[in-house]
T-cell receptor
Framework: NAGVTQTPKFRILKIGQSMTLQCTQD?????MYWYRQDPGMGLKLIYY???????DKGEVPNGYNVSRSTTEDFPLRLELAAPSQTSVYFC????????????????FGPGTRLTVL | AQTVTQSQPEMSVQEAETVTLSCTYD???????LFWYKQPPSRQMILVIR??????QNATENRFSVNFQKAAKSFSLKISDSQLGDTAMYFC??????????FGAGTRLTVKP
């Protein structure tokens, strides 16, 4: 298993440009998440999905969109890039949401470093 | 809203000694999970240890253990016999039944030889 993969690893955007950050997992996980990590800070949840066709907002969703057409893929879209979106973006997935399951570990991708100038 | 607070931005410890990282959280819920994640310079997020809120017993994973005080909403991480490879950022995290995952700001731990 490759786990959670993210592309690209690095990207520089100009203000107003758009782009899609790709995330794929091959573990057949239902739950997928997008986070951003600003310098010197912890991760903040942008969006999450509990299964194909279902997405929901996290703590900081403004300026982003997501879709989940398949179990494996969970792309994150930036429509009008702004300098405030300069960050490292992490995608994660987990097998099961149920509180009394042992399988609540989130597996993280390697991250995408995005700079908006 | 849930919040996670790590009050120690940086800590250091001598190799082979023990260090404790602090974490407090705020929630009105009764059922949730707590985690400690390690982030080395490679940026990869690595799960160190997890604790289910309904369990009284503190979780242990080899050299890593937690002190979970539910009433005080405290979740500290103890690293015994510190190794140079433990040098990293450590994040405390919380998730509730609504998938609301929150991370603390992190503690940068340096293990000195």
């Amino acid at each position: 298993n490759a786990g959670v993969t993210q592309t690209p690893k690095f990207r520089i955007l100009k203000i107003g440009q758009s782009m899609t950050l790709q995330c794929t997992q091959d573990m057949n996980h239902n739950y997928m998440y997008w986070y951003r990590q600003d310098p010197g800070m912890g991760l903040k949840l942008i969006y999450y999905s509990v299964g194909a066709g279902i997405t929901d907002k996290g703590e900081v969703p403004n300026g982003y969109n997501v879709s989940r057409s398949t179990t494996e893929d969970f792309p994150l879209r930036l429509e009008l890039a702004a300098p405030s979106q300069t960050s490292v973006y992490f995608c994660a997935s987990t097998m099961d949401r149920y509180l009394f399951s042992s399988y609540n570990e989130q597996f993280f991708g390697p991250g995408t470093r995005l700079t908006v100038l | 809203a849930q919040t996670v607070t790590q009050s120690q931005p940086e800590m250091s410890v001598q190799e082979a000694e023990t260090v404790t990282l602090s974490c407090t959280y705020d929630t009105s819920e009764n059922n949730y999970y707590l985690f400690w994640y390690k982030q080395p310079p490679s940026r990869q997020m690595i799960l160190v240890i997890r604790q289910e809120a309904y369990k009284q017993q503190n979780a242990t994973e080899n050299r890593f253990s937690v002190n979970f005080q539910k009433a005080a909403k405290s979740f500290s991480l103890k690293i015994s016999d510190s190794q140079l490879g433990d040098t990293a950022m450590y994040f405390c995290a919380f998730i509730n039944n609504n998938n609301d995952m929150r991370f603390g700001a992190g503690t940068r731990l340096t293990v000195k030889p």
